[in-house]
């Protein structure tokens, strides 16, 4: 029995180094030290500080991670680090971040990481380029615990992390529950939110490439010539063209309800001003139900050649829909507030219903037409929800202004977004402008007409 026992102990003890590096994770979380001053690379790649003998490069931040079966086995929610893997590896949490280093890599460099000093110092920069390549997205803040390890395999709070893993397409970091269950998964009782990933290569500081921050003017000049300026020209192209169309079918719309019964009028008016009172994409969802590929007419535009969806001209359907109410109520209203007693008098001279249109009409409503005409072209200038359920989002022939901020925002291209935005408050700014201008001249024609 003594025998057997011994035989027992001595195998647990021949196992030991065998059993999983996760089962007794004590270390306590680090504070990256505020005094390293972090030189950023012009490109926001690589890292350096002053003192420090390494240095990051060739820095990645992923948003999100995946959680698929890799190898055809479940391994966690993971981070694809490409064919070779990376030195380090940030993985966050909304709760706590874990920082990843190579063991040889910080042997090479002196990077004790029980030093509390040593480990701050290598927080300090990973925070400095993870934050700088944030984009609007999660940071790594002061308040945020990170725990650092060298070890590829390493729990943390019922979690296992696993960093630099080979599979058949390259390397991987992956995080699972100590059941090796999906950590996403709220059923498990253990549910987290990951923030994102960020992983670099720890190189000599003498070898980092940190290239020098440009002037703000030569910034500002790389940011513009970097810009694919084709959601402009499509904004552009879209807006004019329907604006067009807005303009004829508006003064046509308006003309005709002067012309029928009160209770037809009004049947007519409620269908041509609902586009301005329902939901861009409701509008969008109901275009696309009438216009669609499945659709009778969608069918027959597609037969001759001509297909609708997700092309240029949807674009300009969508704006003209939508823009349509403006200009059709701005002429009515025009037209409404003409005196009846002049219209009249011109039909007892003969003129004919056209005549008096152009002739007598137009031109006295025309201060409120062209408001109308403006606000309309604003209003398409601005469409959003409407084009990208009828146009979809291709580069190029259907990516409007609004369409490219939203996309450009949610791919992290934030400086993007703010370029188009402020493109969108200039056009927003002129119409408003050129609205009050108009105004105040047409009032001043009315004043100078009653004077005299």
Request: proline share 4%.
């Amino acid at each position: 029995m003594n025998v057997r026992f011994l035989a027992a102990l001595f195998s647990l003890v021949l196992a030991w180094p065998a059993l999983p590096a996760w089962a007794d994770s004590t270390a306590s979380p680090v504070t990256g030290d505020a005094n390293v001053q972090a030189t950023i690379s012009s490109d926001n790649q690589a890292v350096a500080a002053e003192g420090l003998s390494y240095a990051l490069s060739d820095f990645k931040r992923a948003q999100a991670g995946s959680n698929r079966e890799v190898d055809g086995s479940y391994q966690g929610y993971g981070y694809f680090l490409g064919a070779d893997g990376y030195d380090l590896s940030l993985i966050a949490t909304n709760d706590f971040a874990v920082l990843y280093i190579d063991a040889g890599k910080a042997a090479q460099f002196g990077i004790d990481l029980q030093s509390s000093t040593s480990a701050g110092d290598l927080v300090a920069l990973v925070r400095a380029i993870d934050n700088a390549n944030a984009s609007g997205g999660a940071q790594i803040d002061e308040s945020l615990p990170v725990y650092v390890t060298a070890d590829t395999t390493y729990a943390q709070a019922g979690l296992v992390f696993r960093f630099n893993v080979q599979g058949e397409k390259g390397s991987y970091d992956f995080v699972a529950t100590e059941a090796g269950t999906d950590p996403t998964e709220s059923a498990s009782g253990q549910a987290v939110r990951f923030t994102h990933g960020a992983f670099a290569q720890v190189v000599d500081a003498n070898e980092a490439n940190i290239l020098a921050q440009p002037s703000r003017l030569d910034q500002l000049a790389s940011f513009l010539s970097r810009i694919d300026y084709s959601p402009l020209w499509v904004t552009l192209k879209t807006t004019f063209t329907s604006i067009v169309f807005i303009f004829i079918l508006g003064l046509a719309a308006a003309y005709f309800t002067l012309r029928i019964s009160p209770r037809a009028r009004d049947i007519f008016d409620a269908i041509f001003t609902i586009p301005m009172v329902l939901p861009p994409t409701v509008c969008g969802f109901l275009l696309l139900l009438a216009l669609g590929n499945n659709t009778t007419l969608g069918r027959w535009f597609i037969d001759i050649g001509f297909p609708l969806i997700f092309s240029w001209p949807a674009t300009v359907i969508a704006a003209v829909v939508v823009a349509f109410p403006l200009m059709y109520r701005s002429a009515r209203g025009a037209f409404e507030a003409l005196d009846p007693n002049m219209l009249d008098a011109a039909r007892t001279l003969g003129w004919s219903n056209g005549r008096i249109f152009f002739k007598l009409m137009l031109p006295l409503a025309w201060s409120n037409i062209a408001s109308g005409t403006v606000l309309a072209f604003a209003r398409a200038l601005g469409e959003f929800g409407a084009t990208l359920f009828l146009a979809g989002n291709y580069l190029g022939i259907t990516r409007t202004i609004p369409i490219a901020i939203y996309f450009e925002w949610m791919n992290g291209n934030t400086d993007v977004a703010i370029f188009w935005t402020v493109i969108i408050l200039i056009f927003s700014f002129i119409v408003i402008l050129f609205i009050n201008l108009w105004g105040r001249r047409a009032t001043r024609y009315k004043q100078g007409a009653v004077e005299e």
